[in-house]
């Protein structure tokens, strides 16, 4: 399974985004897909998880009600909004892809894509 994010850029403050991830090479339906982000010098940091057919969603303490994690499976694709943009919310943003499992959201995932920069100007 391949993961490839888009539509990451260069936004302002107080705005709002909505990221991307493709999968391709798979049965995306059969996967819960997660995203992560990640500050150089910093570790990545798990952000929100999607469950396999779009029922279910798990959040960071510190993103919920601003983050929001979705699907569409016919269009092989989850995306990641992020509403009232900060400019700590500048990094490197990731999707990650798994088989459903029992346990923790935050670890565990098999695919990922390679990311997307996001850099919010104040």
């Known amino acids: 399974v391949r993961l490839k994010e888009s539509g990451g850029g260069l936004v302002q403050a107080g705005t709002s985004l909505t990221l991307s991830c493709e999968a391709s090479g798979g049965t995306f339906s059969d996967l819960a897909v997660a995203w992560f982000r990640q500050v150089p010098g910093e570790e990545r940091k798990f952000l929100g998880h999607?469950?396999?057919?779009?029922?279910?969603?798990y959040y960071a303490e510190s993103v919920k009600g601003r983050f929001t994690v979705s699907r569409d499976n016919t269009k092989n694709t989850a995306y990641l909004q992020i509403n009232t943009l900060k400019p700590e919310d500048s990094a490197f943003y990731h999707c990650?892809?798994?088989?459903?499992?029992?346990?923790?959201?935050?670890?565990?995932?098999?695919?990922w894509g390679g990311g997307t920069q996001v850099t919010v100007s104040s």
């Open positions: 999607i469950n396999k057919d779009g029922s279910g969603t």
């Open positions: 990650a892809a798994r088989f459903p499992v029992e346990g923790d959201p935050n670890v565990g995932y098999t695919y």
